[in-house]
């Protein structure tokens, strides 16, 4: 039996009729760049999560870029050692949430991870509070949210700036409601490997502040407004009609589609529950998760991803080594032991096959190969 970490083509096999209709409308309307397939999905995404503002932009990548121009006033100068701006993230994430930081000019500071829920650790947030402190970027992890009622007093106490990278959380809820919602500006990444992904890349902004969402329309264009004068140096960002066609038809499907992914974690939690040489995903009472990965701690991580590999078992480690470790990010002067639970995690943290269109017998053959190889 194979199991792939992601069969996006069972997902489409059913829809694609309705996909190609669109693109086709789009084909006919020539209307490629933020055309009425943009602004449709723009409305339907803020009916769908309840905000005033849904800005498309070019990716997930983008979206905090725009989000950070947005909300922070940074100095004319990126070598303004003086006024330096700093804004505080997690360490255990994919890279954008960082790399974002640095190319506004701004300087990351990572904060550790709480070892159960993988998302900020908002209890060591205040210590890293300083003069130069500007905003918050907690990441709602693999589709739970981070604990945003703390994190969310912290920044009125200290007037921060809160912006959400919910790349991997679209529909996941904190307290009965939507996360990317809490904060300044929440940011959506439509890489087709997400809960809601596109044909290819794509982002968005989520705000109910007019004020940004102007800035935000603005910046996606190059900061135009009118044509040709520019206010902001901003940015070439703007959401492909077509993938915002295919994102609109697939929006209709997201809700099942994450009801499949917790249906399919329940067989795993009963399946693997007996195991003690791996914790399973813990789910804050809080939250409503949406599985956008199934990622486990386990003994003998790479020997066990090697063995389930070998079974034809898709795996992944997301994220092998935390970002105050990367060589990009030596110049702030990181080291090994600064930030324990993400680097212990790095090591042990493995990510198994959640997709909606799963079959039983699939979720059964993983369980079983991962009991196999803890019994052998």
Not at 77 to 105: L, Q
Not at 168 to 173: A, E, L, N, P, T
Request: net charge negative.
């Amino acid at each position: 039996m194979k199991v792939p970490l992601l069969d996006l083509s069972a997902q489409y096999l059913d829809i694609m009729p309705e996909i190609r209709q669109e693109i086709e409308k789009v084909l006919a309307s020539h209307q490629y760049i933020l055309g009425s397939a943009v602004k449709e999905f723009e409305e339907e995404m803020g009916k769908y999560l309840g905000v005033k503002h849904a800005i498309g932009c070019a990716s997930g990548t983008d979206a905090l870029q725009l989000a950070l121009m947005a909300t922070i006033e940074f100095p004319a100068s990126f070598v303004d050692k003086e006024n330096e701006i700093e804004v505080i993230t997690t360490p255990f994430t994919f890279f954008a949430t960082a790399s974002t930081i640095h190319r506004v000019g701004a300087k990351p500071v990572f904060v550790d991870i709480d070892e159960k829920t993988f998302n900020i650790n908002p209890d060591l947030i205040e210590m890293s509070i300083t003069e130069k402190t500007r905003a918050i970027i907690p990441v709602h992890l693999f589709g739970q949210p981070a604990e945003m009622d703390k994190i969310m007093k912290i920044s009125e106490k200290y007037n921060l700036k809160v912006i959400e990278d919910n790349a991997q959380g679209i529909g996941s809820k904190f307290e009965g409601h939507f996360a990317g919602l809490f904060g300044d500006i929440g940011t959506l990444s439509f890489f087709p490997s997400k809960n809601l992904g596109a044909m290819g890349d794509g982002g968005m902004c989520l705000t109910n502040c007019d004020d940004f969402a102007t800035k935000l329309y603005q910046l996606r264009v190059h900061g135009e407004n009118p044509k040709y004068f520019h206010k902001w140096v901003g940015l070439n960002s703007r959401l492909d009609s077509i993938q915002a066609a295919v994102l609109k038809i697939k929006l209709k499907y997201l809700e099942n589609w994450s009801e499949s992914r917790r249906q399919n974690a329940s067989l795993y939690y009963e399946l693997l529950s007996d195991l003690k040489n791996i914790k399973l995903p813990f789910i804050h009472p809080k939250t409503t998760t949406i599985f956008n990965q199934f990622t486990i701690i386990c003994e003998k991580r790479d020997e066990l991803m090697s063995f389930l590999q070998k079974n034809n078992i898709g795996c992944a480690v997301y994220y092998p080594l935390p970002l105050h470790l990367q060589e990009c990010f030596s110049y702030l002067g990181g080291k090994k032991g600064d930030l324990p639970v993400s680097e212990m995690l790095s090591d042990k943290v493995l990510s198994l096959p959640i997709y909606g269109e799963l079959k039983k017998e699939q979720i059964n053959y993983v369980a079983k190969k991962i009991n196999e190889f803890y019994r052998q």
